[in-house]
């Protein structure tokens, strides 16, 4: 089985640009979750996406966005780049076919720097 | 979601079994306990959840106490390939539906190493 995938694996950008980052997530999962991790800490929360619509937001500003495909693919922008912006940005899916408390399994994340 | 607490890092030798504890005691009855390692650069990976009986799969045991307030997760036979950030989490179960949140808030987890 192919896992969830994300593209590009690292990208640099500069202040003030914007980004957009890519998953897939794993065949028949329809649920797709993104989070950020900066260096030396765990994993935060962006947005969960279920059937093409937003179900859940972390505590991020708006220039985060996101959205979700009818092939249940996904992409994350962020606007206006920030220094602080520079993190490992994780994709995740789940499937709640199974049942409603199926594990997400995530990709190997998008490294992207800010100069 | 509740929060859990674990240790910063544990040691434990090749070939032995590593035991990796996690307190939960705010845990709703309704609240999972998922277990994620991470090596580093790549995602974090499933190990396995539960929400009170004890399971079992091919990776690891996670051991649930009674009152659901703390569980430990058990590599029967850690190699040095098992050197991870190990995070546990606690986590209400989505509906059928998906109308609620599947977040997981992840903490900043325990560093396992594995030495020879």
Redesign the interface.
């Given at each position: 089985d192919t896992g969830?995938t994300q593209s590009p694996t690292h990208l640099i950008k500069t202040r003030g640009q914007q980004v957009t980052l890519r998953c897939s997530p794993i065949s028949g999962h329809?649920?797709v979750?993104w989070?950020q991790q900066v260096l030396g800490?765990?994993?935060?929360?962006i947005f969960?996406y279920?059937?093409k619509e937003e179900?859940?937001r972390?505590n991020f500003p708006d220039r985060f966005s996101a959205r979700q495909f009818p092939n249940y693919s996904s992409e994350l922008n962020v606007n206006a780049l920030l220094l602080g912006d520079s993190a490992l940005y994780?994709c995740?899916s789940?499937s709640?076919t199974l049942?409603?408390?199926?594990?997400?399994?995530?990709?190997?994340?998008t490294r992207l720097s800010i100069l | 979601d509740a929060k859990t607490t674990q240790p910063p890092s544990m040691d434990c030798a090749e070939g032995r079994a590593a035991n990796l504890p996690c307190n939960h005691s705010t845990i709703s009855g309704n609240e999972y306990v998922y277990w994620y390692r991470q090596i580093h650069s790549q995602g974090p990976q499933y190990i396995i959840h539960g929400l009170k009986n004890n399971e079992t799969n091919e990776m690891a045991s996670l051991i649930i106490t009674e009152d659901r307030k703390s569980s430990t997760l058990i590599l029967p036979h850690a190699t040095l390939r098992d050197t991870a950030v190990y995070y546990c989490i606690v986590r209400v179960a989505l509906s059928a539906g998906g109308t609620s949140y599947g977040k997981l808030t992840f903490g900043q987890g325990t560093i396992l190493t594995v030495h020879p």
């Amino acid at each position: 089985d192919t896992g969830v995938t994300q593209s590009p694996t690292h990208l640099i950008k500069t202040r003030g640009q914007q980004v957009t980052l890519r998953c897939s997530p794993i065949s028949g999962h329809k649920s797709v979750s993104w989070y950020q991790q900066v260096l030396g800490q765990g994993p935060q929360f962006i947005f969960q996406y279920y059937e093409k619509e937003e179900r859940g937001r972390g505590n991020f500003p708006d220039r985060f966005s996101a959205r979700q495909f009818p092939n249940y693919s996904s992409e994350l922008n962020v606007n206006a780049l920030l220094l602080g912006d520079s993190a490992l940005y994780l994709c995740a899916s789940s499937s709640s076919t199974l049942g409603p408390n199926q594990p997400q399994h995530f990709g190997d994340g998008t490294r992207l720097s800010i100069l | 979601d509740a929060k859990t607490t674990q240790p910063p890092s544990m040691d434990c030798a090749e070939g032995r079994a590593a035991n990796l504890p996690c307190n939960h005691s705010t845990i709703s009855g309704n609240e999972y306990v998922y277990w994620y390692r991470q090596i580093h650069s790549q995602g974090p990976q499933y190990i396995i959840h539960g929400l009170k009986n004890n399971e079992t799969n091919e990776m690891a045991s996670l051991i649930i106490t009674e009152d659901r307030k703390s569980s430990t997760l058990i590599l029967p036979h850690a190699t040095l390939r098992d050197t991870a950030v190990y995070y546990c989490i606690v986590r209400v179960a989505l509906s059928a539906g998906g109308t609620s949140y599947g977040k997981l808030t992840f903490g900043q987890g325990t560093i396992l190493t594995v030495h020879p």
